[in-house]
């Protein structure tokens, strides 16, 4: 009797340690994703895809109600990053400032992301 309690207790540990490891290694690679810096198109998607599009070219309804420029255009494309980074912050015209709410590094990414939109 003893023999096979200590054997049954040998095998649920042979049999919860590689379960163990690959929870370990699923939590270290969930972790190392969440802390990476994003690229801003999740960002843009929750946050501007409703007026911009998700393609950035404006062709919502808001967005053509507002006469949304496209965000792959050379004119929007010729500015620079500051220049985006201080609409995105600050806002302009109806679009709002989003530096409180999704702080200084979010906007940024945002800014990586129009880029993408070049044409």
Do not use: N, W
């Amino acid at each position: 009797m003893k023999f096979s309690i200590k054997l049954a207790k040998r095998l649920t540990i042979a049999a919860l340690v590689p379960v163990l490891a690959l929870l370990i290694a699923f939590q270290s690679r969930s972790q190392a994703s969440a802390a990476a810096p994003g690229d801003g198109a999740e960002t843009f998607k929750t946050k501007c895809a409703s007026c911009h599009g998700a393609d950035g070219t404006g062709s919502t309804p808001a967005g053509k109600a507002m006469k949304l420029k496209d965000l792959g255009s050379a004119e929007v494309q010729g500015l620079s990053d500051d220049q985006l980074l201080e609409i995105i912050s600050k806002g302009k015209g109806k679009m709002p400032g989003y530096e409180k709410s999704l702080g200084a590094d979010k906007c940024k990414e945002l800014v990586a992301h129009i880029r993408t939109f070049k044409k």
